[in-house]
């Protein structure tokens, strides 16, 4: 089972800031948070993981907060190519295999 | 980034027929992959694990008869349908995990059709 819960579904303007939670309140350690998306028929595409710190990529943020359980994954500029299926995953690192829950449905809004 | 490429991207068979999809890595060694099945409006759900040279570790539900998985080289892994039926047609997924970085990508998805 997925270790994780996310809304279902959330909606956002273009050009604004999707806010995407998560919950992981059951998260060990040594797991990390992982972020993937899913457009339409088309395979899952990496977006950031962090452990405790804060991370920043070229694609999001990964806020973490201080007890690890709940992220928040943060698209600052989203456009229409954002509309996807976020999911949000916990893996203790590169030994354990990803279990998807079932994510959250992201409408960007023109 | 690494590039995880399937063929075929889409396959429709007869009832009864079997049916092979490859996985590749193409830009690095991976000695695992994971395999999973997507059923329309519904998450990933994994299949099994494969790892080069080994056995395949099936999840629980899944049929190891009938999903047949070859993971005979450190960038190619392939799953064999056997004896396929319409209730098989589904979104089929790999991902291959990098051997020194442990990150793990995925390829684009092969659709089966069983008529």
């Known amino acids: 089972d997925a270790k994780t819960t996310q809304p279902p579904s959330m909606d956002c303007a273009e050009g604004r800031a999707a806010n995407l939670p998560c919950n992981h309140s059951?998260?060990?350690?040594?797991?990390?948070v992982y972020w993937y998306r899913q457009i339409h028929s088309q395979g899952p595409q990496y977006i950031i993981h962090?452990?405790?710190n804060n991370e920043t990529n070229e694609m999001a943020s990964l806020i973490i907060t201080e007890d690890r359980k709940s992220s928040t994954l943060i698209l600052p500029h989203a456009t229409l190519r954002d509309t996807a299926v976020y999911y949000c995953?916990?893996?203790?690192?590169?030994?354990?295999?990803?279990?998807f829950g079932k994510g959250t449905r992201l409408h960007i809004l023109p | 980034g690494a590039v995880v490429s399937q063929h075929p991207s889409w396959v429709i068979c007869k009832s009864g027929t079997s049916v092979k999809i490859e996985c590749r890595s193409l830009?690095?060694?991976?000695?695992?992959m994971f395999w999973y099945r997507q059923f329309p409006k519904q998450s990933l759900m994994l299949m099994a694990t494969?790892?080069?040279?080994?056995?395949?570790?099936?999840e629980q539900g899944v049929e190891k008869d009938k999903f047949l998985i070859n993971h005979a080289s450190l960038t190619l892994s392939t799953l064999t349908v056997t004896s396929a039926h319409p209730e098989d047609s589904s979104f089929y997924i790999c991902?291959?995990?990098?051997?020194?970085?442990?990150?793990?990508?995925f390829g684009e998805g092969s659709r089966l059709t069983v008529l």
């Open positions: 962090g452990l405790k």
């Open positions: 830009d690095f060694q991976a000695t695992t």
């Open positions: 991902s291959a995990q990098t051997y020194n970085t442990g990150e793990l990508f």
């Open positions: 059951t998260i060990s350690g040594n797991e990390y």
């Open positions: 995953i916990v893996r203790v690192g590169r030994d354990d295999k990803i279990i």
């Open positions: 494969s790892n080069e040279g080994s056995k395949a570790t099936y």
